[in-house]
Structures are given as structure tokens and as C-alpha cells.
Nanobody, 121 residues
């Protein structure tokens, strides 16, 4: 079965850390560009970073220096390490994979169902 499954979300206080995981199955994620998106309540889903097949990463300004994307190709798993969390980081977090890095959410070939992150002040 081809799927991506996120986990690791939860509730933390401001300044805390979480590490999200995205397990891919049915395809080799190492050959794809994988993006992390997030969607806060009442807002549009936005891409916050990507890791490409060569393991190069790009982040939006809002998370640059606080978040880090990595991958373990042996486990076919992607990670989103989130440090110095703030209340405005609260959102549903999603991973998605495609041969292209910069498409819209709906254009990604493989997409997860999300994991909730809540940051309290």
C-alpha cells in the first residue's frame, strides 16, 4: 500500500521541541522531493520546507533556524525537528512527496493525513 503516515505531534509549551516523523511505504521516498506543510485553524495550508533527493533542504523564513528536515533512507522515513516552538507554530503538519518540489499541495503525488501540533504559551 502506497502511503505516507505522519506521527509525533502533541502539545508542548513555548520554547519546547518536537520531532515529527513521516513514514513512507510502497515507494522509495529517497527518490522524491518531500515537503512539509502546515495548516493552522482557519488558514490555508502552507509549505514550510523541503528536502530533495540529494538531501538539500530549503525552509521558509518563519521556520529557518528553528526547524530541520532530515531523512533516513534505510527506514524510508522523513523527520521534521522543531525547536524553539511558538504558539503560532500550532497547526496540523503534513508531509508530501513528488518528483517536483514546488507544486501546490494537491499536485504532490503522495500525501499524508497529518499530525497535530499545539504550542501553549
Amino acid at each position: 500500500q502506497v502511503q505516507m503516515v505522519e506521527s509525533g505531534g502533541g502539545s508542548v509549551q513555548t520554547g519546547g521541541s518536537l520531532r515529527l516523523s513521516c513514514v513512507a511505504s510502497g515507494f522509495a521516498s529517497k527518490n522524491y522531493c518531500v515537503a512539509w506543510f502546515r495548516q493552522a485553524a482557519g488558514k490555508e495550508r502552507k509549505r514550510i520546507g523541503i528536502i530533495d533527493a540529494q538531501s538539500r533542504t530549503v525552509y521558509v523564513d518563519d521556520v529557518e533556524g528553528r526547524f530541520a528536515i532530515s531523512k533516513d533512507t534505510a527506514k524510508n522515513t522523513l523527520y521534521l525537528q522543531m525547536d524553539s516552538l511558538r504558539p503560532d507554530d500550532s497547526a496540523m503538519y503534513y508531509c508530501a512527496a513528488d518528483t517536483l518540489c514546488w507544486g501546490n499541495w494537491g499536485e504532490y503525488k503522495y500525501r499524508g493525513q497529518g499530525t497535530q501540533v499545539t504550542v501553549s504559551s
